[in-house]
């Protein structure tokens, strides 16, 4: 072949990398390729596409996240701040896709890796949505969405794998034999150490002057707190708008709260403050909102229903513990839903 030749060929190749569309893939990504140089290792168990049970095991978030790409909200998911020793699998499939020994703090609010837990897990993708070019990653067997890699993360790889908690799961150290992943747990013996050093300076949490950032959720939340909190989450669970919802509390004080996870192409935050403030039991509720430009939402939608309802920023929620927030959540007569 001469050089003329090899040259055309190699074009073509490189076209037909970059036009081969991922079947069922939103916004005219590529064809997915392996995002790290080593493949799969010799006898690593090998996952397939989700089956319908599995599927239907999913919450509506899972779904909407792995299966239709939806970024969750950044500060409001599960694994942002998880700090424990283990594995990280897919949500669908159970394949294992990241490590704890390669986490680190990223400053963006989602679960942030430095590379893969072994080669041939992790599949990228050219995305071209939202008016950005960046490279997707998916799970190699299942086909999920993950999130988005970057070349600004920390030593030893200089990545940043900004992963959603919503395609994860979570397997602790002390349960990788037990769950069958018994095979990685030699990774984590004798490297209690340091994690991969902090690296706050991306293009999610800092975009350079004039671009837009890197990571953008395409769900918002909604925090709420009060004696009746439960029953609202009752209410909301009804709304086609909404996603997920969760009760916890606030990570000072132990007030109760509800998380309301909702589709803004589908519902203002004005309206979802608005739903929540008509309910019964609400008057003297808490609006948590994310800045001030949603507090300032919040207090023009409390005065004009004439709600005496404190709006403050806050994104401090955590999980309740047992019987923390109390007994009822806000069950009694008095928060009864309309």
Request: glycine share 10%; charged share 20%; aromatic share 8%.
């Amino acid at each position: 072949m001469n050089a003329l030749a090899r040259s055309a060929a190699a074009g073509l190749a490189i076209l037909c990398l970059l036009s081969a569309c991922r079947s069922g893939a939103p916004g005219g990504t590529v064809e997915a390729r392996p995002s790290a140089d080593a493949p799969l290792a010799t006898g690593a168990t090998v996952y397939g596409r989700p089956t319908d049970a599995q599927l239907a095991k999913l919450s509506t978030l899972q779904k909407r996240v792995t299966q239709n790409a939806d970024t969750e909200p950044p500060f409001q998911n599960a694994y942002w701040d998880n700090h424990a020793k283990g594995l990280y699998v897919d949500v669908v499939t159970g394949e294992p896709l990241f490590s704890s020994l390669d986490k680190f703090e990223s400053g963006t609010g989602w679960p942030s890796f430095t590379r893969p837990v072994e080669g041939g897990r992790v599949l990228s993708s050219v995305d071209a949505t939202h008016g950005m070019s960046r490279v997707e990653v998916l799970s190699a067997g299942g086909r999920s969405h993950l999130g988005h890699v970057f070349d600004d993360g920390p030593p030893p790889t200089g990545q940043r794998f900004c992963i959603n908690s919503a395609s994860l799961r979570f397997v602790p150290f002390a349960d990788l034999e037990k769950e069958g992943y018994g095979a990685y747990a030699k990774a984590f013996l004798g490297k209690d150490g340091a994690p991969p050093p902090a690296a706050t300076q991306n293009a999610c949490a800092f975009p350079k002057p004039g671009e837009k950032a890197g990571c953008s959720a395409t769900l918002a939340v909604a925090m709420f707190s009060g004696p009746c909190v439960a029953s609202s989450r009752d209410a909301f669970d009804h709304q086609e708008y909404v996603v997920d919802t969760a009760l916890g509390v606030e990570s000072v004080g132990g007030a109760p709260v509800v998380k309301v996870i909702y589709d803004p192409t589908k519902v203002s935050y004005r309206a979802v403050v608005e739903a929540f403030l008509a309910g019964p039991g609400r008057e003297a509720s808490t609006v948590l909102s994310a800045d001030e430009a949603e507090a300032t939402v919040a207090r023009e939608v409390a005065s004009k229903k004439d709600r005496a309802a404190i709006v403050r920023v806050s994104k401090a929620f955590r999980v309740a513990a047992p019987g923390e927030g109390g007994a009822t959540m806000g069950k009694s007569a008095t928060c009864a839903t309309r």
